[in-house]
């Protein structure tokens, strides 16, 4: 495993939208343990997409276990199939450093991908998840938190 760079907001890779994962072999293996590897080795996150290591592949790692949530998951091709609801979430982004921003996201999503065997799996997340889920979902079609918040905010270092 190793740790990749993480793209910053700017870097126009991160406004492009992934392509489907055809075939998971050892270099899609790979780059989902480097993601998961990068993620743990970030103090604050708790997702991450392909594109935000510069890989344009439908394939995000989320792992809210140390939050007293579900995890870690590696998904490949992740696709939101119902959404309902509505909360508002105060977000902040690897790629997007020293910002927050309140977003609105879905209550609760179902959210269909395939697992590291090629297995289909279903999530049926709600709150926190739901709200993650998405974020990482939206990087792959080249979404940023920024574009769906009304406003930015700086990080206080409480809120570190």
């Known amino acids: 495993m190793a740790i990749r760079s993480i793209r910053e907001i700017?870097?126009?890779?991160?406004?492009?939208?992934?392509?489907q994962i055809e075939v998971i072999d050892e270099k899609v293996?790979?780059?989902l343990d480097d993601m998961y590897e990068t993620l743990?080795?970030?103090?604050?996150?708790?997702?991450?997409?392909?594109p935000q290591v510069g890989v344009l592949k439908r394939a995000i790692v989320?792992?809210?276990s140390e939050e007293d949530g579900p995890g870690p998951y590696k998904l490949i091709n992740p696709v939101i199939k119902?959404?309902?609801?509505?909360?508002?979430?105060?977000?902040?982004?690897?790629?997007v450093p020293g910002k927050l921003g309140d977003v609105v996201r879905p209550k609760k999503v179902t959210v269909e991908a395939l697992n590291e065997k090629g297995e289909k799996v279903v999530i049926k997340a709600e709150d926190i998840l739901?709200?993650?889920?998405?974020h990482e979902i939206d990087?792959?079609?080249?979404?940023?938190?920024?574009?769906?918040?009304?406003?930015?905010?700086?990080?206080?270092?409480?809120?570190?």
């Open 82 to 95: 119902k959404q309902s609801g509505e909360q508002i979430c105060r977000e902040g982004c690897l790629s």
């Open 62 to 64: 989320v792992d809210l």
């Open 10 to 19: 700017g870097d126009d890779l991160l406004r492009k939208k992934s392509r």
């Open 130 to 134: 739901a709200v993650v889920l998405s």
């Open 40 to 50: 743990k080795q970030t103090a604050d996150g708790v997702g991450i997409a392909a």
């Open 139 to 160: 990087h792959l079609d080249g979404i940023l938190f920024v574009d769906r918040a009304d406003e930015l905010f700086d990080i206080t270092e409480e809120e570190e």
């Open 29 to 31: 293996l790979q780059l």
